[in-house]
């Protein structure tokens, strides 16, 4: 059977430690070198860039967030340990784990270090597909006689390279498709490599939870458990048409993920789905003043870089949170896509105006989706609005000047 070290590389088929170097960190599998689609994960990506930056927290248990929220946004392995988890509100993980040093988020930090394994990321493959800062697809399909070697001896490389080169630790699933992948990138945390191949894929996920899936939450997971499906196995012996009819769309895609099959290819350009940005304020906050220089804020800013990607929504959508964590949700899909930050900030500013009766608010976000490409997205009148056309040519011609002069050469009034 295939065996690979993880600390020289050195490929084998017999025995358990590594022939070469002697070190027991080896891994086997049957189709360990004829699989090519991975998801890396880096481990308590935030809490490990502290650790690496302040070395007297290495032994310590470290939880990244605080504030006024007081939410855990990443825990490093000691603290889960102990119970704590991201999302949990700060007392709740400090009751847990009171020796605890809480650490305030430094965003700038971890794009860094996420930048430079994204680097290291694309050194392998272009088929390199972001979930986030600490976690991506990757297609490797077709880089052995590129790299002289099989996908998985690049992976392991990466991680060593990762670890090495900038401190900082990753988890590999490998197998056949993306649904697989990911599934595998967690069955071995921190430091692991695990393999799903393709003639196990029923066999493993048989007696697996469907909450293994993406998308099927707590309520799906109910939904699922009324109708007697709590496995994959479960799920089997459904008929297709009968899943359909019972949860729709939904229903369509358990029936493949049930047999492990997915079909989604792993692209730079597909992980882009939306533009959005949001803030949290301080204090919860009804005052529809306040909200809609934010909104406008906001819509500026996802104006900016659908422009910068050449990207234009047809979905404009608000987000708004409640001090118990309630999330409102409002879409509206346009005639067109747009990513002019006057029509982004108006429509979002007219759901804002249905919602605003049930704050007040901690958070308040804006959107767009289904994205399409900006250039080829045509601009029409809008005959409800014969002003529209005149406020689109007035912010063409401020985004020139800001080209020519910079970012702040002009601003308007509602955003200071």
């Known amino acids: 059977m295939p065996r690979l070290c993880r600390d020289c590389f050195y490929t084998f088929e017999t025995g358990i430690r590594c022939p070469s170097c002697g070190r027991p960190r080896t891994l086997s599998h049957p189709e ?37 929220r007081g939410v855990v946004s990443t825990a490093c392995y000691i603290a889960r340990i102990k ?4 999302a ?21 930090a971890y794009s860094e270090a996420s930048k430079a394994i994204r680097q290291m990321m694309d ?19 077709g880089t052995t006689t590129l ?21 900082l630790t990753g988890s590999i699933g490998l197998s056949h498709n993306k649904f697989l992948a990911k599934i595998a990138s967690d069955l071995d945390k921190p430091r692991g490599f695990s393999v799903i191949g393709q003639s196990e894929t029923e066999t493993f996920l048989a007696n697996k939870p469907v909450k293994l899936i993406w998308g099927v939450g707590k309520v799906s997971q109910a939904a699922l458990a009324k109708s007697g499906i709590e496995t994959f196995a479960d799920l089997r012996r459904w008929d297709k048409d009968d899943l359909i009819q019972r949860f729709g769309a939904l229903g369509d895609r358990l029936w493949y993920l049930a047999r492990g099959q997915d079909a989604r290819r792993v692209s730079d350009r597909d992980s882009v789905k939306s533009i959005s940005k949001e803030t949290t304020f301080n204090v919860d906050t009804q005052e529809m003043s306040t909200l809609d220089k934010h909104i406008w804020r906001l819509s500026e800013q996802v104006s900016d870089r659908a422009k ?8 404009v959508t608000l ?3 409640r001090s118990n964590h309630s999330s409102i949700t409002r ?86």
């Open 88 to 108: 949990m509100p700060m007392f709740k993980a400090l009751q847990l784990c009171p020796e605890a040093v809480v650490v305030k988020p430094r965003m700038a």
């Open 32 to 68: 360990l070198f004829d699989l090519s689609i991975a998801h890396m994960d880096c481990d308590a990506f935030f809490a490990s860039v502290e650790k690496r930056d302040n070395p007297e927290l290495r032994d310590k248990p470290v939880i990244i967030g605080g504030g006024h």
């Open 319 to 321: 987000k708004l949170k």
């Open 147 to 167: 790299h002289g070697a099989p996908p998985a001896v690049m992976l392991a490389r990466l991680v060593k390279s990762m670890q090495t080169e900038l401190g």
């Open 308 to 315: 910068s990607e050449a990207q234009a929504g047809r979905v």
């Open 123 to 141: 050194e392998l493959t272009p088929k390199v597909e972001p979930l986030s800062l600490d976690e991506a697809f990757l297609d490797l399909s």
């Open 331 to 416: 879409r509206l899909t346009l005639p067109q896509a747009t990513n002019m930050a006057d029509q982004i900030y108006r429509t979002a500013r007219g759901l804002l105006d249905k919602a605003i009766v049930e704050g007040p608010f901690r958070l308040i976000g804006v959107g767009i989706s289904t994205l399409e490409d900006a250039d080829k997205t045509e601009a029409h009148a809008d005959l409800l609005d014969p002003n529209a056309s005149k406020r689109a040519d007035a912010e063409k011609a401020r985004d020139e000047i800001r080209r020519k002069f910079g970012k702040d050469a002009i601003i308007k009034g509602r955003a200071l």
């Open 83 to 86: 119970g704590v988890r991201s």
